[in-house]
């Protein structure tokens, strides 16, 4: 890391007591409860990154003509912890996550963070809140790093000061009783970015763009949304916040939509891609009408459909919704390739299964 961005570190006067952290660690859910810590980093066009530090985990204090109150330049990242059998702490492909953070900043018109900045961001919060991450199955400590430009200026143009964070939630399970397959709707009244936009970058516009749409979904009795292309209406893109895959089981081929500028580029996508190669699987990333997919499942052809994120991993989809058509059984059992590369997956980042690509990094070294 640069030796000018050193962090100071103010440890909280009333951090949780072990036996409160245990009843929420118990039931942690997915982002309700926090750690006591986090980190802060400061930037301005003249004196670049600064005053680094981890402090007491709590509010924010914002001037009200704060750029990100008014022109949304705000982007973030999803990322987690996970306790291995010997009690040591890693997080997996940090530096792609880091990347990922420069390319949405370079689009938000905000400050790129460098990656090891953001690495050993994640490495102070682990120093101070390592009791947080939690040796239950499936359990982990979710980190939200997140920028946002906060001059006071209500000028129409890229902030001249801006402010890096990182909080952290434990997260229980996704699937507490077991990976069961999902509903999704499709949407057909709105897209969830245009061609040209910030789709490819991972900021609040692109979410609170996908909230409506996702209200409508939960009134049809399905958990996510589905969005099609912006331009003609016709190509699976991605969920409201999961990429999709489609499994042709005779032909041993995973598809999944070719990144188009709208799309973002998922980690788990990526590290699924690899780990189908790994096994034998022909991989084609690609432009997929949903007709193919409804075509698909009829003929049998499609025997597998799947979603993947950091929260949940790998999400198996059961139906597809929409105006006037349904198809796909909601009581079938997840699928074998499914769940099989959910389970290579985690297994790797639990440290169960070899880290052959070099994946995991250790934050408590």
Same mark, same amino acid.
């Given at each position: 890391?640069?030796?000018?961005?050193?962090?100071?570190?103010?440890?909280?006067?009333?951090?949780?007591?072990?036996?409160?952290?245990?009843?929420?660690?118990?039931?942690?859910?997915?982002?309700? @409860? =926090?750690?006591?810590?986090?980190?802060?980093?400061?930037?301005?066009?003249?004196?670049?990154?600064?005053?680094? *530090?981890?402090?007491?985990?709590?509010?924010?204090?914002?001037?009200?003509?704060?750029?990100?109150?008014?022109?949304?330049?705000?982007? /973030?990242?999803?990322?987690?912890?996970?306790?291995?059998?010997?009690?040591?702490?890693?997080? $997996?492909?940090?530096?792609?996550? +880091?990347?990922?953070?420069?390319?949405?900043? &370079?689009?938000?018109?905000?400050?790129?963070?460098?990656?090891?900045? =953001?690495?050993?961001?994640?490495? #102070?919060?682990?120093?101070?809140?390592?009791?947080?991450?939690?040796?239950?199955? *499936?359990?982990?400590?979710? $980190?939200?790093? /997140?920028?946002?430009?906060?001059?006071?200026?209500?000028?129409?143009?890229?902030?001249?000061?801006?402010?890096?964070?990182?909080?952290?939630?434990?997260?229980?399970?996704? =699937?507490?009783?077991?990976?069961?397959?999902?509903?999704?709707?499709?949407?057909?009244? $709105?897209?969830?970015?245009?061609? +040209?936009?910030?789709?490819?970058?991972?900021?609040?516009?692109?979410?609170?763009?996908?909230?409506?749409?996702?209200?409508?979904? #939960? &009134?049809?009795?399905?958990?996510?949304?589905? /969005?099609?292309?912006?331009?003609?209406?016709?190509?699976?893109?991605?969920?409201?916040?999961?990429?999709? /895959?489609?499994?042709?089981?005779?032909?041993?081929?995973?598809?999944?939509?070719?990144?188009?500028?709208?799309?973002?580029?998922?980690? %788990?996508?990526?590290?699924?891609? #690899?780990?189908?190669?790994?096994?034998?699987?022909?991989?084609?990333?690609?432009?997929?009408?949903?007709?193919?997919?409804?075509?698909?499942?009829?003929? +049998?052809?499609?025997? *597998?459909?799947?979603?993947?994120?950091?929260? &949940?991993?790998?999400?198996?989809?059961?139906?597809?919704?929409?105006? +006037? $058509?349904?198809?796909?059984?909601? *009581?079938?059992?997840?699928?074998?390739? %499914?769940?099989?590369?959910?389970?290579?997956?985690?297994?790797?980042?639990?440290?169960?299964?070899?880290?052959? @690509?070099?994946?995991?990094?250790?934050?408590?070294?």
């Amino acid at each position: 890391m640069s030796q000018s961005l050193n962090f100071h570190v103010t440890r909280s006067d009333r951090p949780r007591s072990a036996e409160e952290r245990a009843r929420i660690l118990e039931k942690p859910g997915f982002g309700v @409860h =926090f750690t006591d810590h986090m980190v802060a980093v400061r930037w301005d066009k003249d004196g670049g990154w600064h005053d680094a *530090e981890v402090r007491p985990y709590g509010p924010i204090a914002l001037d009200p003509a704060a750029a990100v109150l008014h022109y949304g330049q705000e982007i /973030f990242e999803g990322i987690k912890a996970y306790r291995h059998a010997d009690g040591s702490v890693w997080t $997996f492909r940090p530096d792609a996550n +880091g990347r990922r953070l420069q390319r949405s900043a &370079a689009r938000l018109a905000l400050p790129q963070l460098p990656v090891e900045v =953001f690495v050993e961001s994640l490495k #102070q919060m682990i120093a101070v809140d390592k009791d947080w991450v939690s040796d239950a199955e *499936e359990a982990s400590l979710y $980190f939200r790093p /997140f920028m946002i430009g906060d001059e006071a200026f209500l000028g129409v143009r890229g902030a001249h000061q801006a402010s890096y964070y990182v909080i952290a939630s434990p997260a229980g399970p996704y =699937f507490a009783k077991g990976v069961a397959p999902v509903a999704i709707w499709l949407s057909t009244d $709105f897209a969830r970015a245009a061609k +040209g936009g910030t789709g490819a970058a991972k900021c609040g516009g692109n979410y609170a763009a996908s909230l409506l749409p996702q209200q409508q979904a #939960q &009134a049809q009795g399905c958990s996510q949304v589905l /969005f099609l292309d912006p331009v003609e209406g016709r190509y699976l893109e991605e969920l409201g916040g999961m990429n999709v /895959f489609l499994v042709y089981g005779k032909r041993n081929t995973l598809v999944t939509p070719a990144l188009s500028g709208s799309i973002l580029e998922g980690i %788990t996508r990526e590290s699924i891609l #690899q780990l189908a190669r790994d096994r034998g699987m022909t991989v084609e990333e690609r432009q997929v009408t949903i007709d193919e997919w409804k075509q698909g499942v009829a003929s +049998g052809d499609i025997t *597998e459909v799947f979603a993947c994120g950091t929260a &949940a991993v790998i999400t198996p989809i059961g139906q597809l919704k929409g105006e +006037g $058509f349904s198809v796909g059984d909601l *009581e079938a059992p997840a699928g074998e390739v %499914t769940l099989s590369l959910r389970r290579e997956l985690t297994d790797i980042q639990y440290g169960r299964l070899p880290d052959r @690509h070099g994946w995991m990094l250790r934050l408590d070294a």
